[in-house]
């Protein structure tokens, strides 16, 4: 009879350390030139995982983070900044503005860009005299008897952007209003995680891929 003491269990298995998923370690950045150094391995993660590297076009900070990228926020000021204002943005912004600000002392205007909501419809209605459909305006009579136009609520850019190809200088307020908001939009986090999650629609999302 076998004794219960002298049964060998059998031998527990050892996972082998090369098999278990290691997380990559975290890319720890302070400065432009931190982020440079790094750029290629940076780079190589996004290609390796596609979805994340789609997100870029969501919020490049958000991705950045996501693939285990630390950054001061010295940092993710200067990458926002960069992203949203490139030397060749810069250059045509301030262009635009020039020849604006020369357009409406022509017109006899005294407004300064950028122009606010009723600045924009005087300009647009008073001065330039483009109308829109009647179901979109208010005019009230004024004390010489003419009808002068009130802006409604919500009177913005999709209307705007439609009587921008009736006039050359309502298509510059408009592409100027668009550099003045910078090339890159970063959606907040909560748009992101909607893109992440699935709850938005990603078709309009194109495959991004870095050279390493």
């Known amino acids: 009879m076998v ?7 059998p031998a527990k298995r050892v996972k082998s350390k090369s098999r278990r998923a290691e997380k990559p370690p975290d890319f720890k950045l302070e400065t432009h030139r931190d982020l440079r150094a790094n750029i290629r391995a940076i780079s190589k993660r996004f290609n390796d995982d596609p979805e994340s590297a789609r997100m870029l076009l969501v919020n490049p900070l958000l991705a950045l983070e996501d693939i285990g990228v630390q950054m001061t926020t010295e940092l993710k000021d200067h990458i926002k900044n960069a992203l949203r204002f490139p030397p060749n943005v810069i ?3 301030d262009q635009l503005e020039l020849e604006i600000f020369d357009e409406l002392k022509q017109l006899g205007v005294t407004y300064k860009v950028p122009l606010n909501e009723e600045q924009r ?14 179901a979109k305006t208010n005019r009230i009579p004024t004390e010489e008897g003419e009808d002068k136009f009130v802006p409604l609520p919500g009177l913005r850019s999709l209307e705007i952007k439609r009587l921008a190809k009736r006039h050359p200088l309502v298509a510059k307020l408009v592409e100027y209003e668009r550099l003045r908001q910078g090339r890159v939009i970063f959606y907040p986090r909560q748009v992101y995680e909607s893109y992440k999650a699935g709850l938005k629609r990603q078709n309009w999302i194109k495959a991004v891929r870095f050279k390493v």
């Open 3 to 9: 004794k219960r003491s002298e049964i060998t269990k």
């Open 91 to 93: 250059e045509r912004r």
């Open 121 to 134: 419809a005087d300009l647009i209605f008073n001065v330039l005299k483009l109308k829109l459909p009647e």
